[in-house]
């Protein structure tokens, strides 16, 4: 019958290859089709081939640029991190290298823990200045982390040094010598105590900055 025909006729026949519905390919979809092997020569064509190849190209491309910008991201964070380090100049730091003279001011022997600091420059950064018992040197700190600035060199300092200013420099950590003491002319009670600590910081008077 006609009607039987037309029924066998919209059927699949046996051996006949289905069409395939094209379909946009992402690049994590190519990926996983080039990795699991989906896909074989009998269900797409050369032409998609070339497609899930290209697009697997195209995401490893853009995995490659991401981890370069990654790369410049953590160089970038840790330059600025760097920058903040105990060496950075941070307002109120007194450091020699990594090491915060403060705290050494305020533990069991800081005579001691003075005379193991790194061989480098102390730098102070806007430190607060405690007492000026004479015109070439003053105490910075507080009454309880206190250490002297020495002031060194042809001339005086153009800075007229009050206490509660704050003041920046880069001098240099070193023993009391022999008479240093006596020669400042100090309140007896600063003089012992600048005995006792047995270092003091030598400053270059042209060095000395206000702030």
Not at 27 to 34: I, N
Not at 42 to 58: F, I, K, P, S
Not at 138 to 149: L, N, S
Request: aromatic content about 4%; proline content about 7%.
């Amino acid at each position: 019958m006609r009607t039987s025909t037309l029924l066998r006729s919209s059927a699949v026949r046996p051996g006949r290859r289905s069409r395939l519905v094209s379909v946009p390919v992402t690049g994590a979809a190519a990926l996983a089709l080039v990795l699991t092997g989906c896909g074989s020569d009998d269900e797409v064509g050369v032409g998609d081939t070339d497609v899930v190849e290209e697009d697997a190209n195209l995401l490893e491309e853009e995995t490659e640029m991401s981890e370069s910008e990654m790369s410049e991201t953590e160089m970038t964070e840790g330059d600025a991190a760097d920058s903040t380090g105990a060496g950075a100049a941070v307002p109120g730091s007194f450091v020699a290298g990594d090491v915060a003279i403060p705290q050494l001011l305020t533990g069991a022997d800081p005579q001691a823990a003075l005379a193991e600091l790194p061989d480098e420059p102390a730098v102070a950064t806007q430190v607060p200045v405690f007492a000026v018992p004479t015109g070439e040197g003053f105490w910075i700190g507080t009454e309880t982390a206190k250490i002297w600035v020495q002031l060194v060199g042809q001339g005086e300092s153009p800075m007229d040094v009050n206490p509660g200013d704050r003041v920046s420099f880069t001098g240099e950590v070193v023993p009391n010598g022999d008479g240093f003491v006596e020669g400042l002319s100090l309140p007896a009670d600063q003089a012992t105590a600048l005995t006792e600590l047995g270092y003091h910081v030598e400053v270059p008077a042209g060095e000395l900055t206000m702030g």
